[in-house]
């Protein structure tokens, strides 16, 4: 096959600005400096083993360029395929999902396949099956397992699924994409043992979900191992309005105020926040905040927080193209996805009366 090269050369090709004809595979072939048979290799997915990974990048690359879209409805005669994936989150109005479409959307659309979303509404509840037949409109399912609720009427569909944050001993799925999650907390507790904290309030989310039993056990274990530690928990809903009132009535309990508060989420440290400073005291002075998913909320707030860094996008781009390889017959890539602690302003050395 012939080698690509950058697709500077756009002579002759047609670019497509919605207006005209639309731009063929020999337009992509010519911009590529490639044969079409290559093109065909790549925009079908049928490229590994023939082609380089470099040639396949430029095709792509040519195909974006001019405009080029395949013939979707023809294609998918040919191959028996609908090339549309279903995503299952809880809800787009929540950054870290809105950010984990945008990664499976972008891999989706160098293969010519689509993503459509099906949000569950309130998380615990179905959402309502949007398909009469989900076989014969899907080719597979990426799902979060805070949605698993959500998949009851899909499970019968005999699709590929790709679940993502969820307990990979889990069977059913083709495949798991998680994000290092205990790792994060055990950060979060290192850089909270090392600054001097002793007495800590846990502010857990009340949603069942493995990603937050993780959270919770990892905690446990890394304060359990250094003593003279306090650990108390409490949950809230994922609600700023809710943690605040959460955090408020524990802190007017019996017992010594913690001296750090480690939240399963940023929206909780919102509302964690707000209850610290309307009992008076000082963050990070008299009490340090932490939260987890580094959402844009965490710079917003002040001070601002520290918290852990999740790859949203990356957990989406690494489904989706999980879930390809199931679909080619081939073996997913593996292992958990880093996470990273983001030390801000919220968290200092615990105050000294």
């Given amino acids: 096959m012939a080698q690509?090269?950058?697709?500077?050369?756009?002579?002759?090709?047609?670019?497509?600005?919605?207006?005209?004809?639309?731009?063929?595979?020999?337009?992509?072939?010519?911009?590529?400096?490639?044969?079409?048979?290559?093109?065909?290799?790549?925009?079908?997915?049928?490229?590994?083993?023939?082609?380089?990974?470099?040639?396949?990048?430029?095709?792509?690359?040519?195909?974006?360029?001019?405009?080029?879209?395949?013939?979707?409805?023809?294609?998918?005669?040919?191959?028996?395929?609908?090339?549309t994936a279903l995503l299952v989150v809880p809800a787009l109005t929540n950054e870290f999902f809105a950010r984990v479409y945008t990664g499976a959307a972008s891999v989706?659309?160098?293969?010519?396949?689509?993503?459509?979303?099906?949000?569950?509404?309130?998380?615990?509840?179905?959402?309502?099956?949007?398909?009469?037949?989900?076989?014969?409109?899907?080719?597979?399912?990426?799902?979060?397992?805070?949605?698993?609720?959500?998949?009851?009427?899909?499970r019968g569909a005999d699709l590929p699924l790709v679940m993502i944050d969820s307990d990979p001993a889990e069977r059913g799925?083709?495949?798991?994409?998680?994000?290092?999650?205990?790792?994060?907390?055990h950060q979060i507790a290192r850089h909270l043992l090392g600054l001097g904290h002793r007495r800590f309030l846990h502010l857990a989310s009340a949603v069942e979900s493995w990603t937050f039993d993780v959270r919770a056990r990892s905690l446990g274990e890394a304060l359990g191992a250094v003593p003279g530690t306090e650990l108390r928990t409490v949950h809230s809903p994922l609600d700023v309005h809710r943690a605040r009132e959460t955090v408020s009535a524990a802190l007017a309990g019996p017992g010594p105020v913690p001296t750090a508060i480690v939240c399963d989420g940023d929206t909780l440290a919102a509302g964690a926040c707000k209850a610290v400073r309307r009992h008076g005291l000082r963050i990070p002075e008299h009490v340090s905040v932490t939260g987890f998913d580094d959402l844009s909320l965490a710079s917003a707030l002040e001070p601002e927080l520290t918290t852990v860094n999740l790859p949203a996008e990356r957990v989406g781009e690494r489904a989706m193209s999980a879930l390809l390889a199931v679909l080619d017959g081939r073996a997913p890539v593996d292992g958990d996805l880093p996470v990273q602690l983001v030390a801000r302003s919220s968290t200092a050395p615990p105050h000294r009366p």
């Fill in 108 to 154: 989706a659309a160098d293969h010519g396949f689509g993503v459509v979303v099906y949000p569950s509404p309130d998380i615990s509840t179905p959402a309502k099956d949007p398909f009469a037949s989900a076989s014969a409109a899907l080719d597979g399912i990426i799902a979060s397992s805070m949605a698993a609720r959500s998949l009851t009427r899909l």
């Fill in 4 to 83: 690509g090269h950058s697709p500077s050369d756009t002579s002759g090709a047609r670019r497509h600005d919605g207006d005209g004809p639309r731009p063929t595979s020999r337009d992509v072939a010519r911009v590529a400096g490639v044969s079409q048979a290559t093109v065909s290799l790549v925009l079908g997915d049928k490229w590994r083993g023939r082609v380089s990974e470099k040639t396949a990048r430029t095709v792509r690359s040519a195909a974006r360029e001019i405009g080029y879209r395949p013939n979707l409805a023809a294609r998918s005669l040919r191959l028996g395929r609908t090339r």
């Fill in 173 to 185: 799925a083709a495949a798991h994409v998680n994000l290092d999650i205990a790792d994060g907390m």
